[in-house]
């Protein structure tokens, strides 16, 4: 486990197929329990969400981390309507 979750910030993220999702912009907090809920994505691949725009992948969905970050799950496709519900 990183010891400075700054270090995830400009980390490339990918799908489970392999797919370059975006890069960590931002980390979503939980400073009482002083952990990371969530990596925040400014610009996303349009492939796969509706407008490059920005989502936050909760943490639980990342399956392994080293260079790069693995996501264990995500959506075929991500529009302004379903992100609502399922980001």
Sequence with gaps: MRE??????????????GTLLGEVSNLVLDLKEKRVNG????Y?????VENSMAVNIPYRW?????DVII?????EWVSADSR???L
């Design 4 to 17: 400075n979750a700054t270090a995830l910030i400009g980390m490339r993220v990918y799908t489970p197929k």
């Design 39 to 42: 990596l925040f994505l400014d």
């Design 44 to 48: 996303t691949n349009p492939d796969l």
């Design 62 to 66: 990342v399956q392994a981390m080293d």
């Design 71 to 75: 996501l264990r799950t995500f959506p």
């Design 84 to 86: 609502k519900s399922a």
